[in-house]
T-cell receptor, first 116, second 122 residues
Framework: GENVEQHPSTLSVQEGDSAVIKCTYS??????FPWYKQELGKRPQLIID?????GEKKDQRIAVTLNKTAKHFSLHITETQPEDSAVYFC???????????????FGKGTLLTVNP | DAGVIQSPRHEVTEMGQEVTLRCKPI?????LFWYRQTMMRGLELLIY????????DSGMPEDRFSAKMPNASFSTLKIQPSEPRDSAVYFC????????????????????FGPGTRLTVL
């Protein structure tokens, strides 16, 4: 099955700096890569996703890049703010031959702390 | 829509007792997922359903765990008997698969998570 590795496990930045979280996946057939944000004591929520037909996607201060050849994708947060502090999870979805698999494999998460 | 609803929000029980967690997915969604989250193992998929039918239960840790989805608006995850190592936050998520004509016509779906049930087994 799919295996997703996420680094770093913790990341501390100063407010206004950029933060980058990286993930690698094992199966080249994976075609969908969402990122979820989980605030302390809350549920994971989708913040951005990227599909295998594009290399980069942006949404305001958040961007995700995908390198299919190297099988890695990254989350970039610019101009970080204290409210960005949370655990961020990457995930990958393996498309099976029947096109009916919707199982997401999650990375272990990155605890991002933005210091004021 | 109220989103995914889970109950109870917190459950404290003693080892050996039966525990039942409940989930109501978002109306109209056709996929339902059960996850377990711990510090050590992260977010693990236990089982998922499509149109009330279990599709993949390879993540269910042991026979002590069972899940059902008797109809489109309700699912349960049962642990019997419970053990201290089952202590975790259990999330239910639902999604609606849609077809994207772009990118070769692949299916994509966002998973919406419920608030979770924090289970403590003493």
């Amino acid at each position: 099955g799919e295996n997703v590795e996420q680094h770093p496990s913790t990341l501390s930045v100063q407010e206004g700096d950029s933060a980058v979280i990286k993930c690698t996946y094992s199966d080249s057939a994976s075609n969908y890569f969402p990122w979820y944000k989980q605030e302390l004591g809350k549920r994971p929520q989708l913040i951005i996703d990227i599909r295998s037909n594009v290399g980069e996607k942006k949404d305001q201060r958040i961007a995700v890049t995908l390198n299919k050849t190297a099988k890695h994708f990254s989350l970039h947060i610019t101009e970080t703010q204290p409210e960005d502090s949370a655990v961020y999870f990457c995930a990958a979805r393996l498309l099976n031959s029947g096109g009916s698999n919707y199982k997401l494999t999650f990375g272990k998460g990155t605890l991002l702390t933005v210091n004021p | 829509d109220a989103g995914v609803i889970q109950s109870p929000r917190h459950e404290v029980t003693e080892m050996g007792q039966e525990v039942t967690l409940r989930c109501k997915p978002i109306s109209g969604h056709d996929y339902l997922f059960w996850y377990r989250q711990t510090m050590m193992r992260g977010l693990e998929l236990l089982i998922y359903f499509n149109n009330n039918v279990p599709i993949d239960d390879s993540g269910m840790p042991e026979d002590r765990f069972s899940a059902k989805m008797p109809n489109a608006s309700f699912s349960t995850l049962k642990i019997q008997p419970s053990e201290p190592r089952d202590s975790a936050v259990y999330f239910c998520a639902s999604s609606l698969v849609f077809w994207s004509g772009l990118a070769g016509g692949h299916n994509y779906n966002e998973q919406f998570f419920g608030p979770g049930t924090r289970l403590t087994v003493l």
